[in-house]
């Protein structure tokens, strides 16, 4: 069975870091391209990014270019999302899938003063 | 980033048949077809459709149907059921912006 847990959320100042993992198992992590997907309170989900399956590839929506990093360790089964210069429009749950078929529960940010 | 285009809520009677749309271009569902998905509140979302053809997966009632017409795709649910009641999102890759664009969410609800 294919689990994703994300982890790392919380509480940070407009302007701070924060650093997101998701911990894959019950497939072949390095197989497969990884999403990360988030949604504003009360809002749409609105997708932030992906990777390829050997971390050489990714892509980023606009609004987080230059502030988000995608990466991957496929011999720790993880994906992560470094977030830098956060805003306060950057507060949602974020959400690692796998082919949009896989979710993880999801990880709370909350980017307030 | 434009997003794709789908109607904010559509509500429909018990075991009626609510049809969902989604309208792109052709640089993402003309092209690369849509992914639509279900959110319940409070949960993560569940793939319903992945690019026009792969679905729904195990799991996933056959009363739910995906199709397409240029660049609008349709979600169709038939014999509507109180547990259908949720949020359906479409999306699609869009090769010019080389990222997933989303629809702004359809609200079915079951009368």
């Known amino acids: 069975e294919v689990h994703l847990v994300e982890s790392g959320g919380g509480l940070v100042q407009p302007g701070g870091s924060l650093r997101l993992s998701c911990e894959a198992s019950?497939?072949?992590?390095?197989?497969?391209?990884m999403d990360w997907v988030r949604q504003a309170p009360g809002k749409g989900l609105e997708w932030v990014g992906n990777?390829?399956?050997?971390?050489?590839?990714?892509h980023y929506v606009d609004s987080v270019k230059g502030r988000f990093t995608i990466s991957r360790d496929n011999a720790k089964n993880s994906l992560y999302l470094q977030m830098n210069s956060l805003r306060v429009e950057d507060t949602a749950v974020y959400y690692c899938?796998?082919?949009?078929?896989?979710w993880g529960q999801g990880a709370l940010v909350t980017v307030s003063s | 980033q434009a997003g794709l285009t789908q109607p904010p809520s559509v509500s429909k009677g018990l075991r009626q048949t609510a049809t969902l749309t989604c309208t792109g271009n052709?640089?993402?569902?003309?092209?690369?077809?849509a992914t639509w998905l279900q959110q319940h509140q409070g949960h993560p979302p569940k793939l319903l459709f992945y690019?026009?053809?792969?679905g729904p997966p195990s799991g996933i009632s056959e009363r739910f149907s995906a199709s397409r017409s240029g660049n609008t795709a349709s979600l169709t649910i038939t014999g509507l059921q109180p547990e259908d009641e949720a949020d359906y999102y479409c999306?699609?890759?869009?090769?010019?912006?080389?990222?997933?664009?989303f629809g702004g969410g359809t609200k079915v609800t079951v009368l």
């Open positions: 899938a796998r082919d949009y078929g896989d």
């Open positions: 019950g497939f072949t992590f390095s197989s497969h391209w």
């Open positions: 990777i390829n399956r050997d971390g050489s590839v990714k």
């Open positions: 052709s640089n993402n569902v003309g092209t690369e077809g």
């Open positions: 690019r026009d053809i792969y």
């Open positions: 999306s699609a890759w869009d090769s010019s912006l080389s990222a997933w664009v």
